[in-house]
């Protein structure tokens, strides 16, 4: 096998023009024409829309390649396009060698009869946009849903549906090569599949609880023996007597366990592998992440290999129950045989122009979701199936990944045609994934069922559109999916309660989506009114900070109702949704940077709400994913990380409420219960001091608690009405409860009895002192009263190791920014840092 790269020597066109830009290709028409400064910046004020009619044109990418003797005379000779976007036709030597029509695919054409020495490659793209304009529907069967900030027609096409526009997202539906392109050219011995599979046998564990984690860990590990089975499919229009397979098995520290040889005189050939007393991969906080090879390769009687192929994988038994309890039926990942708490958020593409998604910006998504605790991450099924890059990076960290197939919010004709291109689709995608570690589950699409139940859209659409969905959802893709990957989980849709348009927003039984905080206006507590068994989406927005402004916006433009921040807000009215929460949390923020900082604390608290409840009613609620993780262009959004990587105030409070060992405080009029959950596999100790404080810092109560919470388990450690003690002085007090836990790890929560707007809040004088040790910056924080919600930022992007936190007492609170968490990369110095820190609370946003 000999590959031949293509990625040099392209340029674009608008078809029958002559004018010609160079693109780096994976590339696009967006990316090529700002590598040339031929377009202005689409992300830039009201650009988009100018930008979105470019892409209302045909294009032609072009390049010229040579090959050898040798390569032209293989037997073989295939076209490997891993990403066209989307309706291309594709020429060697203007001969038509292959035509593709969906994105997500893997598009292998055979070429052999068309190359020669001297190559000329031409791919002639179709407008997607004038596409789905001009489509014409099944008759009987329009389609009249759109989903909110999209296009109509969005559901047309395979190409992904955010790019044309979400509630989150801009419309440019962007033609080009998106991903790698090459050609293969051999004479026989091409691996056409490789199906890795696992059995997991285990003896007696322990009882959890009375070993450490890690002493547990191992206990679980010894008392394992994996069966791995490898079967290799060589490709079978060849001869393959004088050929044979060889599987290697290397462990985690790159010793080789075991080598297998096979003759290859069946269709498939499967080598069996034991592995005693397994390292195991265990998700984020549980335990280590140890990745074994499989090395497979084909090879003839002379040692020569033909093709090889080469995968990372871990060693788990990861599975979802939907068993039946006390309240309905359970919905919780179980891995090695422990049920986790999911913690994360749902993940969108992470840019709207593709070949600007590079390795470096996923790895500090990956890295963030880490550092906030998250041991999850959730594959919404409106963008694109993630690179390789992605997968192998939640594997090394431990992220399980819910995997959607690529449908949201929208309706489909279910047309042969369709049923075709989506199954060959799907067998790409998952003979792709379906090794990976971090793989959790499939998931058929992105409220689908919901819509179909009580969106409306069964008295707007055909019955047969309504059948389709039945057909597409739970008969043809649960099929194909399992026959490539029958060991991960299938869900149909989510939310659903397990298909058939059975109620799937049950709260009982399945996943649920919860939208009552944010589209219907509730107020926060209302998440304590609801018991779901697991939460895979819900949000709430806020701004970008000013940094992130700044590059879409110019100081005119920085009223939330401006045209330009109205057209960075894709969510219709929910830049006056913003302002209605602030209205019931806050006091009117004095200027624009204030409202900006407060829509961000507003957010945090907001999801922390949400979350709090569930990880307190731990065992009937087993998951908390919330909507949004990323952004894909400069946005005000739900998102917890902006579109530069600026971590908002939610993120920050998610390292703090996603936290293994975590404590809860909420009021309600005169009481507060406090509570603490332990998602660790030991018995830990905790010791809880609960104080009533005035805002001068003044202790007017105070008690101790010391209790043990269970691993993997939540409690109730403190419940009181405080009436007695707060007489009065309610707009002056609040709550605070110190957790001390096993080990010496601490942390505060602390909560008002009445809406901050009504508390007579001081203004804190905040005093730092920034010094440096060992490469670390250090910034030591205090204030003489009451500061809630601390926010500091310096000149750099950086993440701090805490932030948008309260100052409850005269204590010093120590943050930290260490070298890897400069986003430039740049070396930071105590005295930048010094110059630039500049430090607000909560009562710096309003006038006296």
């Known amino acids: 096998m000999e590959r031949v790269n293509l ?47 470019l892409l209302a044109k045909d294009y032609v990418f072009e390049t010229d390649f040579c090959i050898s003797e040798e390569q032209l005379n293989k037997k073989h000779c295939v076209l490997v396009c891993e990403g066209l976007d989307t309706l291309a036709y594709v020429y060697v030597n203007e001969k038509l060698v292959g035509k593709a029509d969906n994105m997500h695919r893997t598009w292998r054409f055979d070429c052999k009869d068309a190359l020669q020495k001297e190559n000329h490659l031409r791919i002639y793209f179709h407008s997607a946009l004038t596409y789905i304009r001009e489509y014409e529907a099944t008759p009987g069967k329009e389609i009249t849903y759109e989903p909110t900030g999209g296009i109509l027609g969005n559901q047309y096409i395979r190409k992904a549906h955010s790019m044309f526009g979400w509630d989150w997202g801009a419309q440019l539906p962007d033609i080009g090569i998106w991903r790698d392109l090459y050609l293969e050219c051999y004479n026989v011995g091409r691996i056409e599949d490789v199906v890795i599979r696992q059995k997991h046998t285990w003896k007696e564990r322990p009882q959890m609880g009375e070993l450490s984690q890690e002493e547990y860990i191992e206990a679980v590990e010894q008392s394992d023996t994996v069966s791995l089975s490898v079967e290799v499919k060589p490709e079978q229009d060849t001869n393959l007597e004088n050929t044979k397979v060889i599987v290697t098995l290397t462990d985690p520290k790159g010793v080789q366990l075991e080598q297998v040889v096979l003759p290859t005189i069946k269709e498939a050939v499967c080598a069996e592998i034991l592995v005693a007393q397994p390292k195991l991969w265990w998700c984020n906080g549980l335990g280590d992440q140890p990745l074994y090879k499989v090395q497979v390769s084909l090879v003839d009687n002379n040692q020569c290999v033909l093709d090889s192929k080469e995968y990372s994988i871990g060693l ?16 919780a990942f ?15 593409p992470e840019d709207c122009i593709y070949p600007w998604i590079t390795k470096e910006r996923i790895e500090a998504l990956i890295r963030s979701s880490v550092k906030a605790n998250y041991n999850m991450l959730r594959v919404w099924g409106g963008g694109y199936y993630p690179s390789d890059t992605f997968y192998d990076l939640c594997d090394q960290y431990g992220l399980i990944v819910w995997q959607d197939l690529m449908y949201a919010c929208n309706v489909y004709d279910f047309t042969e045609e369709f049923e075709k291109n989506i199954c060959q689709e799907t067998v790409d995608n998952v003979r792709r994934l379906r090794h990976h570690a971090s793989l959790g589950l499939w998931c058929g699409n992105n409220e689908l069922e919901s819509a179909w139940d009580h969106w409306g859209i069964s008295e707007t659409h055909s019955p047969l559109l309504k059948g389709d969905y039945i057909k597409q959802f739970e008969y043809v893709l649960p099929k194909v999916t399992k026959a490539e990957d029958h060991a991960t989980f299938y869900w149909p849709s989510s939310p659903s309660s397990g298909g058939c348009l059975d109620n799937p927003d049950d709260h009982d039984r399945g996943d649920c989506h919860y939208w009552d905080v944010w589209h219907g206006m509730k107020p926060f507590s209302d998440y304590r009114s609801h018991y779901f068994r697991f939460c895979s989406e819900f949000g709430f927005q806020s701004f970008p900070e000013r940094k992130t402004i700044d590059t879409f916006a110019l100081p005119q433009d920085c009223n939330i109702f401006s045209p330009v921040m109205e057209s960075h807000q894709k969510n219709g009215t929910a830049n006056g949704k913003i302002l209605y929460y602030i209205s019931e949390n806050f006091r009117y923020p004095k200027d624009f940077d204030s409202l900006v900082y407060v829509s961000q604390v507003l957010q945090g608290i907001a999801i922390k709400a949400g979350v709090d409840h569930w990880r307190a009613n731990r065992g009937r609620c087993m998951g908390a994913l919330y909507w949004q993780l990323n952004d894909n262009w400069p946005v005000a959004s739900w998102a917890s990380i902006d579109y530069f990587g600026r971590w908002k105030a939610l993120h920050y409070m998610a390292a703090r409420f996603f936290a293994p060992k975590a404590g809860y405080i909420y009021t309600e009029g005169t009481k507060a219960v406090i509570s603490a959950t332990n998602e660790t596999l030991e018995n830990q100790s905790l010791t809880v001091t609960v104080r009533i404080r005035d805002v001068e810092f003044n202790v007017l109560f105070e008690e101790t608690v010391e209790t043990t919470v269970k691993a993997q388990s939540s409690i109730h450690v403190l419940e009181r009405d405080f009436a007695d003690v707060i007489g009065s002085k309610k707009r002056r007090v609040f709550a605070e409860a110190v957790y001390t836990w096993q080990g010496g790890t601490t942390s505060t929560e602390a909560e008002s009895f009445v809406p901050y707007k009504h508390m007579d809040l001081l203004q804190p004088q905040i005093e730092t002192s920034v010094t440096e040790k060992d490469g670390t910056i250090e910034i030591q924080i205090s204030a003489d009263c009451f500061a809630p919600f601390v926010w500091l930022e310096i000149e750099d992007d950086v993440i701090f190791s805490d932030n948008c936190f309260d100052l409850t007492s005269e204590e010093t609170k120590t943050i930290c920014i260490r070298k890897e968490d400069v986003l430039s990369g740049k070396v930071l110095s105590a005295d930048n840092v010094r110059k630039t820190l500049k430090v607000r609370s909560l009562r710096d946003t309003y006038e006296q």
């Open 334 to 348: 179980v891995i090695n045989g422990i049920y986790i708490f999911s913690m994360g958020a749902d993940y969108i």
């Open 316 to 331: 788990r038994e990861l599975i979802v129950s939907t068993k039946k309890d006390e309240w309905g039926n359970e919905f």
């Open 7 to 53: 990625q040099e020597g392209w340029r674009f066109a608008k078809a029958n023009s002559n004018e010609w830009t160079p693109v780096s290709v994976p590339g696009t028409v967006l990316s090529g024409l700002l590598e040339a400064g031929k377009m202005q910046d689409p992300y830039y004020r009201e650009n988009e829309y100018e930008a979105r009619e």
